[in-house]
């Protein structure tokens, strides 16, 4: 599946060194979000985990109970609010209840998920950039084809302030032991 093959792509350049296997609920997660979700990130999931790339959080799909870590339905009310004040991508008819968020951070940025259609593994990736007009840009890529494209700057532009040079992803549970809480 392409999901798989994006999330390889992207173990070639970023280790998982620090990642963690969210073990995650996916009939419970789905069931809360109301929604199923791409495969390229069920894959990052099992292979990186929430947390964090640098400044940029990859969000998990629901709350943890950790205490360290957002979720997608944590920051779904924010992102779609986001996408009612300024419009949403120009060119693009959908409301707001089409975005659904995957990361935060860097610089303020927001990523997530148009929801084009019925099919996740479809979805484009969406950004709202906090510093640039117009806020929302598309990305005809899901989101381990854009963090890799990110990380290896293949964006004619850079979609918003590019993490090191080398990448180093960190789940929320590593976070947690290498700063002595568990």
């Given at each position: 599946m392409?999901?798989?093959?994006?999330?390889e792509a992207l173990l070639?350049?970023?280790?998982n060194d620090y990642g963690a296997d969210e073990r995650v609920d996916w009939a419970a997660a789905e069931a809360q979000l109301g929604t199923s979700l791409p495969e390229?990130?069920?894959?990052f999931m099992a292979v990186y985990g929430g947390g964090s790339i640098d400044e940029l959080g990859i969000l998990s799909p629901i709350p943890t109970g950790d205490g360290w870590q957002t979720s997608i339905s944590?920051?779904?009310?924010?992102?779609?609010n986001l996408w009612d004040t300024d419009g949403g991508v120009p060119g693009i008819a959908l409301g707001a209840d089409r975005v659904l968020p995957w990361g935060s951070g860097c610089n303020a940025n927001e990523l997530?998920?148009?929801m084009t259609g019925s099919a996740p593994d479809l979805w484009p990736v969406v950004v709202w950039r906090r510093h640039e007009s117009p806020h929302w840009a598309l990305f005809e890529c899901g989101m381990?084809?854009?963090?890799?494209?990110?990380?290896?700057?293949e964006f004619d532009e850079c979609p918003l302030r590019a993490p090191n040079a080398t990448p180093v992803a960190v789940s929320s549970g590593r976070m947690r032991r290498l700063l002595g809480y568990g």
């Open positions: 392409a999901g798989r093959a994006d999330t070639r350049i970023m280790p390229d990130y069920r894959a944590d920051l779904t009310t924010g992102l779609r997530g998920w148009l381990a084809e854009f963090l890799r494209r990110l990380m290896t700057a």
